[in-house]
């Protein structure tokens, strides 16, 4: 039986240097000029009652049928930039290569409108490329976007090492428990969740460096022959 965790050995060099890059990343100082921004999406499969839900009553919790109908999947994006509290989450019916790049879109002319640069940090999945800009806008405009992004990729098998894993797992615990049938109910819970966070001053704190790393993890430390 192969170990979903195993690592090849001849991909550990690449899977410690690409680790190392990003704990170096986190170990930097807040920045306001430039932000380190985590970036990462899940599938969402969207769900309708059969039954409509009996309300709650005094003495008497919501009621649910087990009983729903699918109506299709979505996929939801999530940025956010551990060191200042903030998170922005946005769901869209796919998850393409233009769905990414209009994203990033968002993320640089809306929310780090005055950034020159940003650092951005996610796993290397095909959509995620600046070639995604290009397949998106003019060529003008995918470069004038690419230039603001300084990109570093999580290695393979190290999704744990991206941070906006971790808000995808608190948003899917606060927010996605009950059943939302269709892309914009989705859309207004989660940008009640992303306001409410943001408020409340939600956070991540990153306590695992290249230190760690090379202890925890020595194993996956290529063996240097003397």
């Avoid at 393409?96 to 409108?113: F, G, Q, R, S, V």
Wanted: hydrophobic share 35%; glycine share 2%; aromatic share 10%.
């Amino acid at each position: 039986m192969t170990d979903y965790w195993c690592i090849p050995p001849r991909e550990n060099a690449s899977f410690v240097a690409c680790m190392e890059d990003i704990l170096d990343i986190y170990q930097m100082s807040y920045n306001k000029e430039l932000p380190v921004i985590c970036m990462d999406e899940k599938p969402y499969q969207l769900l309708d009652e059969v039954t409509p839900p009996l309300p709650m009553r005094p003495g008497n919790s919501l009621k649910i049928d087990s009983e729903y109908t699918r109506e299709g999947t979505s996929s939801i994006f999530i940025f956010t930039e551990p060191l200042a509290n903030w998170r922005h989450a946005h769901a869209r019916q796919r998850r393409t290569k233009n769905d990414w790049a209009e994203e990033i879109d968002y993320l640089l002319t809306e929310c780090y409108p005055n950034n020159e640069k940003v650092i951005l940090v996610m796993d290397n999945l095909n959509t995620h490329a600046i070639s995604s800009l290009y397949a998106t806008f003019e060529p003008s405009r995918a470069r004038e976007l690419a230039k603001r992004l300084e990109i570093h990729y999580t290695p393979k098998h190290g999704s744990w090492l991206n941070i906006a894993e971790i808000e995808l797992n608190v948003m899917t615990r606060q927010c996605l428990k009950c059943r939302l049938s269709d892309l914009e109910t989705l859309n207004h819970e989660l940008a009640f969740w992303e306001e409410d966070r943001n408020q409340n001053g939600g956070t991540v704190i990153w306590h695992f460096q290249k230190e760690d790393a090379r202890e925890k993890l020595i194993s996956l430390y290529p063996k240097i022959k003397q």
